[in-house]
Nanobody, 115 residues
Framework: QVQLVESGGGLVQPGGSLRLSCAASGTIFSINAMGWYRQAPGKQRELVATITSGGTTNYTDSVKGRFTISRDNAKNTVYLQMNSLKPEDTAVYYC?????????WGQGTQVTVSS
């Protein structure tokens, strides 16, 4: 059974930074993809960024140049460094693991950008 545990959310002022972490545990294949999605109130969940085990990254246009996704394969952990945060980044952020054709989700962590 695979579990994803997120941490690092919180309240930050516009222009500030936060770093999210997500640790995966259980039986995980070495070749996979991990990522972050977010869901704002009244909106659909959207992709923020993904990274493969080989290090290939993908970002949604609205976060390019501000967010950086990285991972530690030895720890099965993925990170999201978020800089220059904007109020429109406010959402619940979900960690995702795609492993052997299955998707796994974390419980979500709230990020609120407000003055």
């Amino acid at each position: 059974q695979v579990q994803l545990v997120e941490s690092g959310g919180g309240l930050v002022q516009p222009g500030g930074s936060l770093r999210l972490s997500c640790a995966a545990s259980g039986t995980i294949f070495s070749i996979n993809a991990m990522g972050w999605y977010r869901q704002a109130p009244g909106k659909q969940r959207e992709l923020v960024a993904t990274i493969t085990s080989g290090g290939t990254t993908n970002y949604t246009d609205s976060v390019k140049g501000r967010f950086t996704i990285s991972r530690d394969n030895a720890k099965n952990t993925v990170y999201l460094q978020m800089n220059s945060l904007k109020p429109e980044d406010t959402a619940v952020y979900y960690c995702n693991l795609f492993d052997r054709a299955l998707y796994y989700w974390g419980q979500g962590t709230q990020v609120t950008v407000s003055s």
